[in-house]
């Protein structure tokens, strides 16, 4: 028991020491933070909308290294006719590619005085299908 009273019992001369931390001044300093944190968010937040909305806005030129030199000649030998026939390389490949899908699926003679000709590439698969390819006869690998 006696213990017990010495635990419980109230020293008036002993207390908590105050001059250590000042515990008003780091709540108000965590506060302060809080707020800065807030207020910089706010404010990049602003600025990647208005960044956002100026990058849409924006167009990007087909070829972005040839914005200054619009049309110049490039130095010889040309592979592309010179103006006004000006083509872009985009348009080539479209019409090579609408001829080579014109050759695959049309008929046309390939060579007329030797009699050769072509198919469309459907029909040929279907007939090396019906037909078969050709075996090698004789010998079996091992």
């Known amino acids: 028991m006696a213990e017990h009273r010495l635990a419980t019992a109230e020293n008036p001369g002993v207390h908590h020491e105050t ?3 000042n515990i008003r001044g780091v709540l108000a300093f965590g506060v302060g933070l809080i707020i800065v944190a807030i207020f910089i968010h706010f404010g990049v937040w602003v600025l990647f909308r208005i960044f956002a909305d100026e990058h849409a806005q924006r167009t990007t030129p087909e ?3 040839a914005t200054t030199e ?3 000649l490039p130095p010889e030998p040309r592979l592309q006719p010179e103006p006004p026939e ?5 348009e080539d490949l479209r019409d090579f590619r609408r001829q080579e899908d014109e050759i695959l699926n049309t ?3 390939v060579d007329k005085n030797a009699g050769i000709v072509r198919i469309p590439i459907g029909e040929a698969m279907k007939l090396t299908v019906q037909r078969g390819l050709p075996a090698r006869g004789g010998e ?3």
């Open 19 to 21: 001059s250590d931390a």
């Open 63 to 65: 070829y972005p290294l």
């Open 70 to 72: 619009e049309r110049r």
């Open 86 to 90: 000006w083509r872009t390389p985009r």
């Open 107 to 109: 008929y046309g003679w």
């Open 140 to 142: 079996s690998r091992k």
